[in-house]
């Protein structure tokens, strides 16, 4: 058994042992789901170091029948990519399970019900980042939609239920077009190879070219909607200020994320003519995206909701990155995808702690809590440098490589896409400006700073933002052959120096 | 080449000084300012010992490089955490620690009854590890952390009392024209690697050769922007005025000494580009003219003390942008110029400091007046420095500036005229707003309310400035001596030999012009500011102009704020309205179609009956038709 | 005698069930006019098997009468349980699928 396998498994079992404790006993669940969460993260650390960085191929594979008459299977493996991006899994969950520690108990239903939902989305999310069979991704990628539907409707706030349908519908309009794309390629595979759903077997098929941009629409509709791109984004805005802080993180720094891997790991493996041909589409609307959250997030008054748009902005970069084409454009987005899921919780787990002690989530209602509460101020601080990417932070590495690996193919998108750090700088400072600085408002004077559990949830992630914002060669060691590997296959060489010697 | 070992504590200790102070909190109260002034101290003895050792080698062995880690390395994009300390590098080292340092002593009394002065340390720790960091990085990325980490210090040092709304507005504006200015630095890097596939300074420099005059003028003209933020150059000179509501220490350390001139060290860093496109260069001269002029104008007018000189800081920014604009001899004066204008401008806003450290923290020049019979070290260290700024001689403005004057006119031709005129119209007013200064604050009536008790301020603040008054007497003289600073730069600048040539005016003729323009600008403010009224007169239309600093934030708010707040606001309805409303109509249109048939199910068995009947009629007619 | 007579009279049966189902509210009488229509069609099976020679029709004929038994089963005890509850026969009382 592989140890993707154990590290699905694992949060499950613990499910199993939630319902086991006996009845009455909050803290004890609480004590528990964290953790089992943490032997997962001991899991994934340990399978991280056991990973060969030089070899580009898949690892830790292992593949079973599972519904043999269609050629599908329970086929997972990872490579770089995906390694990172379930590494970034497993450390947040234990984080927002501690920084959360209250969220549970205002819920529809019971903590218990809310911690095992949260390990079971814990198995999705890691096995929808391993599975090389389509199918499989397929399944996992709409049913991961059901435990956060229940976590935002069950345990969210404010119009909780109508955000929480209003992310399923567009999530599962996202998934029939998906679905429709899936039994496209495997009708053509079945003419071709044979039946099979896996995604290696698949990338060498020979499809028309009408063909193969109608199923790649299929597949990019669903990531794009999945990490929000403009113009389908206005269900992140609603389910992050409903959502509780938890859950929002694992909403936009995890789930999202499945849109992005997705677009690298299946529309540009799957079709490579489709992506070139789609690629100046792809590119307008990552730049729209980019500018057009962050001048929403400018334009708005509520924090969770600030910390949405400013997201759909970094989507926006990150599909830039994707779709440049570059190793420096593909390895900068993987990487992106880590850091925004880091400097994104940041910001939420923040964000809902002041929320929580000022009950009221408008940015008006703050000011002056570098006064009152001078660690938690110092955090958002922080989380926002990171969002604005300043030098020094993870995220700027990614950022820079995203717009440097962009700009040696397309320079002018690279150009529009710069003027975006002005926009960041904007909406972060005004945040902190209206939130932090100032005279302290009345009602503030008595907030209450960060407790130990709180300060021991934010501080790992402060420690990675800053970690690897100067020693990112671990990760980009890990990334580059993924990166080099996807490129290769989809027929792209990096552009030389334009004065060579 | 060589290779040292220890380049990286220059950095490493401020940073860690700063860290260990900011995370231990209120436990370091009561000893953090002295913990930060010994760690700069140490960078400063660092930086000495490091000089002596430079200058006993010779030739390609001065500069020293040492490598610490690979930072970035994605496919051919390959960055290094590598320090270089050359000649350059070296002048702003000792700037900004010896500056630095200074200014920590002076902060010790200038903060003693600040509630955060611990806080106030580790900034300025942080920042002296920033700037040390831009000036020892040996590729444009690495100068680029220490660039945003400055910006950082600064915001959080120009907000540091940011209950203030006032002061959190000035460091947001600074930060944000700043960012802008990292437009440049960004696109900068990026042309950098797509033509060179490099972005370190010696990989730029050996790709020049080799790359389109279209190439190099856009990298110019983006190092341009990057000074230009930086560097509070016109077009991005607003930020500069309100960041003095920082402390002024502050203001004397970051923006006078050091870190405004970063983007005079980032043009000067990057010679090789300059010269090799004359558009790039033409650009830098025109941006330095405008700002020299521009914030010349504008300290004329300016009653805050602390506003005044830093308009002031803009106009002789504006001299070194323009000098480096001058070809390779003028990298040379241009960072003579600096050095200078860093002792020199760093002592008269300690003076400044003191001089409201006395007066209650009032700012006002109208409100001061006969300053100088009570604080007479202050008085005089003031004095020491005006009359470095204005350029008389043998003090250090005099060299530096009327080299830059003298290098402008012989440019020649009709570009001379116009720079070398403008930057001797620059001195004129120069010498007209310092002696505005001099004669409203130290000089003429009492104008202060009696509760005021002006004071000579304690050793620790009057020391430092007196040490910055001897830089402003000896330094121009040391520099200019047998061209020492000339030679010593002219690895890095290639300077050799450009100096002399057809001089189209003679050294004698400038100075004697420089001198009789400042004698004017000096004898105008004695004669106008014979009497001060305390409430500054409505003036005319020019005044008021100049009063609100050449109109250059109405500009700004007209023509960028209120557009993008408009633009904000359009979008956010449009997302609200349209493409939501989209998302909205959809869901709408399927509910009150569900709505409507509905009503076909009305619960009777008869209609269900009769709608079936009338199905299969409709049926078989269909099959029928289709089968006739 | 001519086949299509037969024919006619199972189309006359069943239009006159099929309108009796339609405007008849008491439930026994629309239980009634189902009965007619399903009948009309037997007819139409037996006349068929008739034509056809052979005993396919009359096999199905049966089955519809097996059908029809059970449903009088069934549609007998509904109506009996509704008429118990509601003290009336009337299909158009029995609306309450509505809402």
Redesign the interface.
């Known amino acids: 058994m592989s140890l993707v396998t154990v590290l699905e498994l694992v949060p499950l079992l613990g499910v199993l042992g939630l319902f086991a404790l006996p009845k009455g006993s909050t803290t004890l669940i609480k004590q528990f789901a964290i953790g089992v969460s943490v032997v997962d993260l001991v899991i994934a650390i340990l399978m991280a170091l056991r990973f060969d960085r030089g070899n580009s191929a898949m690892q830790f594979v292992e593949s079973r029948n599972w519904i043999s008459s269609f050629g599908i299977k329970y086929a997972v493996g990872i490579d770089g990519i995906a390694l990172v991006l379930i590494l970034m899994t497993t450390v947040l969950v234990p984080i927002v399970l501690l920084a959360g520690w209250n969220e549970s108990e205002n819920g529809r239903w019971s903590p218990r019900v809310y911690y095992a939902l949260i390990l079971v989305l814990e198995t999705m999310m890691v096995g929808v980042f391993a599975a090389t069979d389509v199918f499989l991704f397929y399944v996992i990628f709409e049913a991961m939609l059901i435990p956060v539907y229940f976590l935002i409707g069950g345990y969210g706030r404010g119009e909780r239920a109508q955000a929480a349908m209003k992310f399923l519908l567009y999530s599962l309009l996202g998934g029939l077009l998906m679905l429709a794309a899936v039994i496209g390629t495997y009708v053509i595979a079945t003419n071709q190879i044979g039946s099979t759903f896996d995604v290696t077997a698949l990338s060498s098929l020979h499809i028309d070219s009408a063909t193969e941009n109608l199923l790649f629409l299929g597949f990019f509709i669903a990531f794009a909607i999945k990490a929000p791109l403009w113009p389908l984004h206005t269900w992140l805005p609603t389910a992050a200020k409903s959502a509780t802080p938890a859950t929002s993180v694992l909403l936009l720094g995890v789930l999202d994320k499945v849109g992005t891997y997705g677009m690298i790991r299946f529309c540009i493996a799957l079709f490579p003519h489709a992506a070139h041909t789609f690629t100046p589409a792809i590119i307008v609307l990552s730049l729209i995206s980019i500018l057009y959250g962050a001048f929403l997030a400018i334009g708005q008054r509520d924090i969770n909701g600030l910390i949405a748009f400013t997201s759909i902005s970094h989507f926006g970069f990150i599909t830039l990155g994707i779709f440049a084409m570059t190793s420096q454009g593909l390895t900068g987005a993987s990487l992106y995808m880590v850091n925004h899921g880091f400097s994104t919780a940041a910001l939420f787990l923040v964000a809902g702690w002041m929320v929580s002690r000022r009950g009221s989530s408008t940015i008006e209602d703050f000011g002056g809590l570098q006064r009152v509460t001078p660690v938690m101020a110092w955090s958002f601080f922080i989380a926002g440098m990171s969002a604005l990417a300043l030098p020094g932070l993870s995220s700027f590495v990614s950022e820079f490589l995203v717009l440097v690996g962009t700009f040696t193919r397309y320079p002018i998108p690279a150009i529009i896409g710069t003027t975006g750090i002005v926009l960041a700088a904007l909406y972060v400072l005004l945040t902190v400006q209206r939130s932090l600085h100032g005279p302290t408002t009345p009602g503030n004077e008595s907030l209450t700073d960060l407790n130990l559990r709180e300060k021991i949830a934010i501080a790992p992630v402060i420690a990675i933002l800053v970690i690897f914002g100067f020693f990112p060669k671990p990760i980009t060691d890990v990334l580059n052959p993924a990166s080099h590997e996807v490129m290769t296959h989809a027929g792209y060489e990096d552009p030389q120096p334009k004065a060579g010697k | 080449m060589t290779t040292s070992s220890h380049l990286v504590y220059l950095i490493a200790l401020p940073l860690v000084s700063a860290a260990i102070l900011l995370l231990l909190g209120r436990i370091a109260d009561k000893w953090g300012h002295y913990v930060a002034t010994l760690v700069s101290a140490s960078t400063f003895a660092i930086a000495v010992i490091e000089f002596f050792s430079m200058r006993s080698r010779s030739g390609d062995a001065r500069a020293a490089t040492q490598d610490l880690f690979t930072w970035i390395s994605v496919g051919s994009f390959n960055v290094h955490a590598s320090l270089l300390l050359d000649q350059l590098s070296i002048c702003f080292v000792l700037l900004i620690t010896g500056v630095g340092t200074l200014i920590h002593i002076y902060s010790i009394a200038y903060m003693s009854h600040d509630h955060d002065r611990r806080r106030f340390f580790a900034y300025l720790n942080l920042f002296v590890a920033a700037m040390l960091l831009l000036v020892l990085g040996d590729s444009y990325l690495n100068l680029y952390v220490g660039w945003e980490g400055v910006g950082l210090a600064s915001y959080l040092l120009i907000g540091f009392w940011n209950q203030k709304p006032a002061y959190a507005v000035a460091a947001k504006k600074a930060f944000v024209a700043n960012r802008v200015g990292d437009i440049g630095l960004s696109l900068a890097i990026m042309i950098a690697f797509a033509q060179f596939g490099s972005v370190s300074f010696a990989g730029v420099k050996e790709g020049v050769p080799h790359a389109s005059t279209a190439a190099l003028t856009a990298l110019g003209a983006m190092l341009l922007l990057a000074a230009a933020g930086k560097s509070a150059q016109f077009p991005l000179q607003s930020w500069l005025g309100d960041a003095m509501a920082g402390p002024t220490p502050v203001s004397a350390l970051i923006h006078a000494a050091t870190m405004v001139t970063a983007g005079v060290y980032l043009i000067t860093r990057s010679n090789f580009v300059f010269d090799a496109s004359h558009t790039a260069q033409n650009m830098v001269i025109a941006v330095g003219a405008i700002t020299l002029l521009f914030g010349a104008l504008v300290g004329t007018a300016k009653d805050d003390i602390k506003k005044a000189l830093a308009a002031s800081t803009m106009s002789q920014i504006g001299y070194m942008i323009l000098a480096t604009g001058l070809g390779p001899i003028g990298y040379a004066f241009a960072i003579m110029h600096l050095l200078t204008h860093g002792f020199f401008k760093a002592g008269m806003f300690l003076g400044a400091g003191s001089v409201m450290h006395g007066m209650n923290d009032e700012v006002n020049m109208r409100r001061y007046g006969a300053i100088g019979k009570v604080m007479p070290i202050t008085a005089v260290t003031f004095g020491l420095g005006y009359l470095a700024i204005i350029g008389v001689p043998p003090f250090a403005g005099f060299y530096s500036k009327d080299k830059i004057i003298e290098t402008a006119f012989n440019i020649g031709g009709s570009k001379g005229v116009i720079v070398g005129g403008a930057a001797l119209l620059g001195a004129a007013i120069t010498a007209f707003y310092m002696t505005r200064v001099i004669v409203l604050t130290f000089t003429g009536t009492k104008r202060w309310d009696d509760e005021a008790h002006p004071h000579e301020s304690p050793a620790l603040m009057w020391i430092p400035m007196v040490i910055l008054a001897v830089g402003s007497i000896a330094s121009g003289f040391l520099f200019n001596s047998g061209h020492a600073l000339v030679k010593w730069l002219e690895p890095v600048v290639n300077a050799s030999g450009a100096e002399e040539g057809e001089a189209l005016l003679a050294p004698m003729t400038v100075s004697a012009l420089a001198l009789g323009v400042v004698a004017v600008g000096v004898a105008i403010a004695i004669v106008k500011y014979r009497t001060v009224p305390v409430e500054a007169p409505a003036g005319n239309v020019l005044t008021r102009i100049v009063r609100r600093d050449l109109l250059q934030d109405d500009f700004n708010d007209r023509v960028l704020v209120r557009p993008g707040q408009a633009l904000t606001r359009f979008f956010v309805g449009m997302d609200k309205s349209f493409i939501d409303g989209i998302v909205r109509g959809v869901g709408g249109t399927i509910a009150v179609g569900s709505t409507n048939l509905r009503k076909i199910q009305n619960g009777y068995v008869r209609s269900y009956a009769l709608i079936m009947v009338v199905g299969v009629l409709a049926l078989l007619t269909t099959i029928w038709m289709v089968t006739l | 005698m001519n086949i299509s007579n037969y024919l006619y009279l199972s189309a006359i049966l069943f239009t006159l069930g099929?309108v009796g189902?339609?405007?008849?509210?008491n439930a026994i009488v629309?239980f009634m006019c189902v009965e007619l229509m399903l009948n009309a069609a037997n007819l139409a099976f037996v006349t068929f098997s008739r034509v056809n020679g052979d005993l396919v029709g009359q096999v199905a004929s049966f089955f519809t009468m097996v059908v029809a038994a059970c449903e009088v089963v069934v549609g007998l005890a509904i109506i009996v349980t509704m008429y118990r509850s509601r003290r009336s026969a009337s299909?158009?009382d029995?609306?309450?699928?509505?809402?």
Request: glycine fraction near 0%.
């Open positions: 099929a189902v339609v405007v008849r509210r629309v299909v158009d029995a609306s309450l699928l509505k809402r």
